[in-house]
């Protein structure tokens, strides 16, 4: 069974620039989560969804992070614009569905801001 | 807010001895909980999740769930070099602890 993939694994950008990351779910898995990981922390929960329905978002700071989950698999994270302190690993986790609550992490998505 | 804490160490234990780590956690409401396992530059893995009162077992791990005091720790016995790692808990809101490192010296 593949795991959660998670695109791209590293990237550079500038303050005030956007960026975007890629995640797509275990198979079947109904329940898409990203989370966003300072170093020396734990990982911050930045948005859930169920399907394509997004069940909790109120640690995304929506001035500037949007997610969406189109047809319910794959799922874009974007930023625009970054800033200094969006410098984090960004993880994308799955789980069977709303009432499983055992995620899987994909690899994360390691974000320099500049 | 509610929080989930852990003590970030460094936990240091021999190899072979028990490593005991343990999470406190304010929202009473909780049910399960879950423990992840992070190596250095790598994404959490999962290794054990808890549901009930009392102690789970799994291999060379086990996880103990006190509702009551809002506490529940991993024990990880027979500890081993390739243990060292940081080890995360979380219930099922989704809110994890900041992870405590544990180092199994040879």
Known sequence: EAGVAQSPRYKIIEKRQSVAFWCNPISGHATLYWYQQILGQGPKLLIQFQNNGVVDDSQLPKDRFSAERLKGVDSTLKIQPAKLEDSAVYLCASSLGSDTYEQYFGPGTRLTVT | ?106
């Open chain 2, 1 to 106: 807010q509610k929080e989930v804490e852990q003590n970030s160490g460094p936990l240091s234990v021999p190899e072979g001895a028990i490593a005991s780590l343990n999470c406190t956690y304010s929202d009473r409401v909780s049910q399960s909980f879950f423990w992840y396992r992070q190596y250095s530059g790598k994404s959490p893995e999962l290794i054990m999740s808890i549901y009930s009162n009392g102690d789970k077992e799994d291999g060379r791990f086990t996880a103990q769930l006190n509702k009551a005091s809002q506490y529940v720790s991993l024990l990880i016995r027979d500890s081993q070099p390739s243990d060292s790692a940081t080890y995360l808990c979380a219930p099922e809101n989704f809110v994890f602890g900041p992870g405590t490192r544990l180092s199994v010296l040879p």
